[in-house]
């Protein structure tokens, strides 16, 4: 990974803001990812991420935290957060903006354990594929104290798939639906393609009973995304 994306945040961060973040998947076009919304407020957030935020309790793991804007809101009013991102770059902004504990770290390796584990922003996109959502629900339940919660987002990109009459054109035979090939450009530098994984909610429903969790629907946004909560059965 060449962590454009955090060099993209960084590049703000020092005033040497000139162009935005392009985006990509292997069903849909170039699009523009701008940087001033990766250092929202509160107010700038969408309700499914204001709603998680006001959920947040005990000690706070903030997942794949970008500029620490989720972990700046929660240690403004009291919380005890911990960040962590797999971008050196994020992690170094969000030191810098004021994030009092932030991690260069994948969620597998952490080891630590909370109250809340909060992963927004298509939370799901970090598991990648659907074969590997298990594996990493099982892993995040490890990781909660008792009487814990995983909040997490995603959207159903079905969506995407719909024709002008309104039938879907998803190949049966192909991946489940939500898994993307993700590609990211910056300042004409291309990023090392990646997979990302947007889950429907009854899949996530179904992949959370299978290891222990139940699932909760928490909220509904205005384009078939949701914020779910987790807790152990």
Known sequence: ???????????????????????????????????????????????????????AKGAILDVGCGSGSHSLYLQENNKTVKAIDISKGAIEVA????????????????????????ILMNGTGIFQELSQVSKHLT????????????????????????????????????NYHGELDYFLTYKGEEETAMKWLYLDFETLNLACETVGLNCELVLEGEHFDYLARLTAI
């Open 139 to 174: 892993h995040l339940k490890r990781l909660l104290n008792a009487g814990g919660q995983i909040l997490i987002d995603s959207s159903d990109i079905k969506y995407m798939y719909e024709d002008e009459d309104g039938g879907y054109w998803m190949d049966t035979n192909a």
């Open 1 to 55: 990974m060449k962590d454009l994306f955090g060099q993209a945040l960084l590049d703000y961060q020092n005033g040497n803001y000139t162009e935005d973040i392009i985006t990509s998947t292997n069903i849909s076009d170039d699009d523009v990812l701008p940087i001033p919304y990766l250092f929202r407020g509160f107010s700038e957030m969408p309700k499914l991420e204001q709603k998680a935020l006001k959920l």
């Open 95 to 118: 030191t810098r903006r004021g994030v009092l504990h932030a991690e260069t770290k994948a969620i597998l390796d952490e080891t630590d354990t909370f109250d809340t584990v909060l």
